[in-house]
């Protein structure tokens, strides 16, 4: 692995199938700790969010902190979660459940987000892969989070890509635009792992089938059910993806690009998100250096990281290395 120390990451996260996905990898990789999970609305609500993160957690046999956050999107109305993308429950229609003994955190995803930020000063990455209230939300309780954690990776957005939800829109920020403002915007370290580059990295089930006979356990058998669901909306959509059974591996991108940059072709400008109207969600990059004259696009202001090309064999490979490591104990 690339990453010779361990990473403190929260996984903000609506699991949703791509989300287990990458919690899976993020708890395989000896490069991250993940010291807690905040959970959003998004491709569930945010009650059914929080279920799945315990229960996967459980599954792992990883007793990892789970908090509840935003519910609904900061100013626009909320949407019914796209139930023939994810499953009804997230994790494609798991026909039963084990029993676990695991419990939600107390605290909403914003405060824990804080909370943890003050105790490890300078440490903590956010990896956020859902609609992203939950970072808005605890950039107006710290003011100074910028300042107080390391690094900001976010699954959303599109440059050159088409959207997902609409010709410009990617699902994630279309899903809370003006809180994607506010964090594309906030001043800390961050990057934007869109569509330019997840929707290069198709994953087929029978990697997933591979991985789940490999290890003979619940959790694999479980994300091998949901990827299996997952992958008849995408094979349905789009011909090259249905050619190899397979979905985009959207979410885990973002711990791809934490544990393997060197993977990403970058572009750094200042990102703005369009709120309202047709092109609601679209993320504008700012990519030429001359003074446009019109207000919003200042040059000195905050800069994020874009991701605008992968290495996808090489982080196919890694996922698969990643996934087939010796991270499920019996
Ligand atoms: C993003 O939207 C959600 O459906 C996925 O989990 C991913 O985070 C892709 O646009
Ligand atoms: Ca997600």
């Known amino acids: 692995m690339s990453q010779p120390t361990t990473r ?16 899976y990898y993020a708890l395989a990789h000896p490069g991250i700790y993940i010291i807690g999970i905040t959970t959003t609305f998004g491709n569930v609500t945010v009650e059914q969010a929080a279920t799945n993160a315990l229960y996967l957690s459980a599954l792992a046999a990883r007793a990892v902190p789970v908090t509840r956050g935003a519910a609904r999107p900061w100013v626009k109305p909320g949407e019914a979660p796209p139930a023939h993308i994810h499953g009804a429950d997230g994790l494609g229609n ?38 992203l209230g939950n970072l808005a939300a605890a950039l107006l309780l710290e003011p100074q989070l910028p300042q107080l954690v390391q690094e900001v990776i ?41 569509l330019d580059v997840t929707h290069r990295l198709i994953l087929p089930v029978s990697l997933f089938a591979r991985i789940a006979a490999h290890h003979q356990h619940a959790a694999t058998d479980t994300l091998l059910h949901a990827v299996n669901f997952y992958a008849g909306f995408y094979s349905g959509l789009y011909p090259h ?90």
């Open 94 to 131: 798991l026909s039963t459940r084990a029993p676990h003994a695991l419990v939600l955190d107390p605290r909403p995803s914003a405060q824990f987000i804080v909370d943890m930020a003050r105790a490890h000063p300078g440490e903590i990455t956010l990896v956020a892969v859902g609609p």
């Open 154 to 194: 976010v699954m959303g957005g599109t440059v050159l890509e088409p959207g997902n939800v609409s010709p410009v829109a990617e699902a994630n920020v279309w899903n809370d635009p003006h809180a994607a403002d506010i964090v594309f915007n906030a001043g800390w370290t961050i990057t934007m792992v869109g």
């Open 241 to 330: 993806v249905a050619a190899i059974h397979g979905c985009f591996g959207h979410d885990v991108l973002a711990f791809i690009y934490l544990t393997n940059p060197e993977l990403f072709s970058l572009e750094h400008g200042r990102v703005r998100v369009v709120k309202d109207g047709l092109a609601q969600g679209q993320t504008v990059l700012r990519r030429k250096t001359i003074p446009y004259p019109q207000t919003g696009w200042d040059p000195q202001t905050p800069v994020t990281s874009v991701c605008m090309e992968v290495d996808h064999t090489g982080a196919a490979d890694v996922f698969t290395r990643t996934m087939l490591g010796d991270w499920l104990r019996p």
């Open 8 to 23: 403190k990451v929260i996984y903000d996260t609506d699991p949703g199938v791509d989300d287990a996905m990458a919690l």
